[in-house]
């Protein structure tokens, strides 16, 4: 049952998500051929058989086909002109073709769709920022063996300042910097405040063509560091040898066996390395420092290897983390347009760095994700909750938006280099050439479509 429910959760995540991002790019279009009076014939979400169609009064034909995987807004004066019956041309002739009006116009007309997609993503994050986000203030809560973390000297508690001289407020922020030096080739500067001092320290990591094949992970774990989780218990199961030693929720751990314990990950490992024996563990309740003795269980791990074990369980959510450890981003309305636009523009600039790392071999081409990756991302975002689904809106819709700007016949990028040419020759493109130039435009998005499905599919496998 809950496979069933996580299935449906995900595709219908993913129907919402693509249904927003491609209906506010192809109304885009639409507005503004409207704007210039342009008769529009077919606003169309998805592909295929059409499953629902109504036609306005302008005789503008809207309807949703079977596959979610696009869309189009099909304007008079395209190839699908010929394909209407006599009584229709009849009709068209009396209005305005896209052929009719000026370059300016069907450039304006033709860029409008990515612009909306723009917008999409200000509206998102304004959304975002104007209702609040909670993230992790970017403590080092492990730093794992042979990482470039070690090797820049990071230890558990060290608090990140910069990476390569731009500020880390939070742990979105160090995945967005750190993300922007995939496939690089030079040196990552670090500055981190040592843990429980005000010592600055500095450091300086090399990198050759770092994570330039398939990610597996975060980047910030590829660089070596997990968030910092504190030893604090937010469940203790019952009839357990924590329950028994009378330990509560909220209890924060500080010793094992004379151990200090720094961190959740600590004191798994402590815990681990003490299967059915005898301990006695030293944890702070409110303002009071308790010794409890504790007879510790033992379970077998994935490995075959007997390892201790309590029964309890740490911080699930970010809501159950302590406030000194919790960063908000809130703003009032003004405010929180300005950060929707600064967050736009550092997105888009990452996102065109990735495309160029990709041209460029940088990036391994299997990193392109197709609609089996969007939805199953799509689907995780929705559990996550309003905010993780609205950021994942805006992300794709950015995509999207600088997708359809590449010069690729047939897409909106595409169409504006024609419109240049025909500006610079000063008559019409030749229909042959316009021809070709979208035989073989489908045959590069169809290709890039089909390697992106191939790519989903070897990541099930």
Same mark, same amino acid.
């Given at each position: 049952m809950d496979q069933?429910?996580?299935i449906l959760i995900t595709f219908c995540s993913f129907i919402v998500l693509i249904g927003i991002i491609i209906g506010i790019h192809e109304l885009g279009h639409f507005l503004v051929a409207r704007k210039f009076g342009v008769h529009v014939i077919r606003f169309?979400?998805?592909f295929g058989k059409t499953l629902l169609s109504k036609f306005d009064k302008k005789g503008t034909e809207f309807s949703i086909g079977l596959l979610p995987l696009g869309g189009y807004v099909q304007m008079l004066g395209e190839s699908s002109f010929l394909e209407e019956n006599e009584s229709k041309k009849d009709n068209y002739r009396k209005k305005i073709s896209y052929s009719d009006v000026s370059l300016g116009a069907r450039a304006f007309i033709t860029s409008a769709g990515p612009l909306a997609n723009f917008l999409l993503a200000i509206a998102a994050y304004f959304l975002i920022f104007l209702i609040g986000t909670k993230d992790l203030v970017p403590i080092v809560g492990q730093v794992n063996e042979n990482s470039l973390a070690m090797e820049a000297g990071l230890d558990v508690g060290d608090t990140i300042i910069s990476i390569d001289n731009k500020l880390i407020s939070s742990y979105r922020d160090l995945n967005t910097v750190l993300a922007s030096r @995939? +496939?690089? $080739?030079?040196s990552i500067e670090v500055k981190f405040q040592k843990v429980q001092s005000n010592i600055i320290s500095f450091s300086s990591v090399d990198i050759t063509d770092w994570l330039s094949s398939e990610l597996e992970q975060s980047v910030v774990t590829s660089f070596g560091i997990n968030p910092f989780m504190p030893a604090i218990i937010s469940f203790v199961q019952k009839d357990s040898p924590?329950?028994?030693s009378g330990m509560l929720k909220g209890d924060q751990v500080l010793e094992v066996e004379n151990s200090l314990i720094e961190s959740w990950h600590d004191l798994v490992i402590a815990i681990?390395?003490?299967p059915d024996s005898d301990a006695f563990i030293k944890v702070q309740r409110d303002s009071?420092?308790?010794?409890?003795?504790?007879? @510790? +269980?033992? $379970?077998i791990n994935e490995m075959g290897i007997k390892i201790g074990r309590i029964g309890i369980a740490g911080i699930s959510s970010i809501e159950e983390m302590?406030?000194?450890?919790?960063?908000?981003?809130?703003?009032?309305?003004?405010?929180?347009?300005?950060?929707?636009i600064n967050e736009t523009y550092r997105f888009t600039v990452l996102i065109l760095d990735s495309i160029g790392k990709l041209i460029s071999g940088s990036i391994s081409s299997e990193n392109i994700g197709g609609p089996i990756q969007i939805s199953v991302l799509a689907g995780s975002a929705a559990k996550a909750g309003f905010?993780?689904?609205?950021?994942?809106?805006?992300?794709?819709?950015?995509?999207?938006g600088l997708l359809n700007l590449l010069p690729i016949p047939i897409l909106d990028g595409g169409q504006l280099v024609l419109i240049s040419i025909e500006k610079l020759k000063g008559s019409p493109v030749s229909e042959v050439f316009i021809e070709y130039s979208y035989r073989i435009g489908l045959f590069l998005v169809v290709g890039l479509m089909l390697y992106a499905v191939f790519n989903d599919i070897a990541r099930i496998v």
């Amino acid at each position: 049952m809950d496979q069933f429910l996580n299935i449906l959760i995900t595709f219908c995540s993913f129907i919402v998500l693509i249904g927003i991002i491609i209906g506010i790019h192809e109304l885009g279009h639409f507005l503004v051929a409207r704007k210039f009076g342009v008769h529009v014939i077919r606003f169309k979400i998805g592909f295929g058989k059409t499953l629902l169609s109504k036609f306005d009064k302008k005789g503008t034909e809207f309807s949703i086909g079977l596959l979610p995987l696009g869309g189009y807004v099909q304007m008079l004066g395209e190839s699908s002109f010929l394909e209407e019956n006599e009584s229709k041309k009849d009709n068209y002739r009396k209005k305005i073709s896209y052929s009719d009006v000026s370059l300016g116009a069907r450039a304006f007309i033709t860029s409008a769709g990515p612009l909306a997609n723009f917008l999409l993503a200000i509206a998102a994050y304004f959304l975002i920022f104007l209702i609040g986000t909670k993230d992790l203030v970017p403590i080092v809560g492990q730093v794992n063996e042979n990482s470039l973390a070690m090797e820049a000297g990071l230890d558990v508690g060290d608090t990140i300042i910069s990476i390569d001289n731009k500020l880390i407020s939070s742990y979105r922020d160090l995945n967005t910097v750190l993300a922007s030096r @995939v +496939g690089e $080739t030079g040196s990552i500067e670090v500055k981190f405040q040592k843990v429980q001092s005000n010592i600055i320290s500095f450091s300086s990591v090399d990198i050759t063509d770092w994570l330039s094949s398939e990610l597996e992970q975060s980047v910030v774990t590829s660089f070596g560091i997990n968030p910092f989780m504190p030893a604090i218990i937010s469940f203790v199961q019952k009839d357990s040898p924590a329950q028994k030693s009378g330990m509560l929720k909220g209890d924060q751990v500080l010793e094992v066996e004379n151990s200090l314990i720094e961190s959740w990950h600590d004191l798994v490992i402590a815990i681990s390395n003490l299967p059915d024996s005898d301990a006695f563990i030293k944890v702070q309740r409110d303002s009071e420092i308790l010794l409890l003795p504790i007879s @510790v +269980g033992s $379970t077998i791990n994935e490995m075959g290897i007997k390892i201790g074990r309590i029964g309890i369980a740490g911080i699930s959510s970010i809501e159950e983390m302590p406030q000194e450890m919790i960063v908000v981003n809130k703003a009032g309305p003004v405010k929180a347009l300005f950060l929707a636009i600064n967050e736009t523009y550092r997105f888009t600039v990452l996102i065109l760095d990735s495309i160029g790392k990709l041209i460029s071999g940088s990036i391994s081409s299997e990193n392109i994700g197709g609609p089996i990756q969007i939805s199953v991302l799509a689907g995780s975002a929705a559990k996550a909750g309003f905010i993780s689904f609205i950021n994942m809106v805006a992300i794709l819709s950015i995509n999207l938006g600088l997708l359809n700007l590449l010069p690729i016949p047939i897409l909106d990028g595409g169409q504006l280099v024609l419109i240049s040419i025909e500006k610079l020759k000063g008559s019409p493109v030749s229909e042959v050439f316009i021809e070709y130039s979208y035989r073989i435009g489908l045959f590069l998005v169809v290709g890039l479509m089909l390697y992106a499905v191939f790519n989903d599919i070897a990541r099930i496998v």
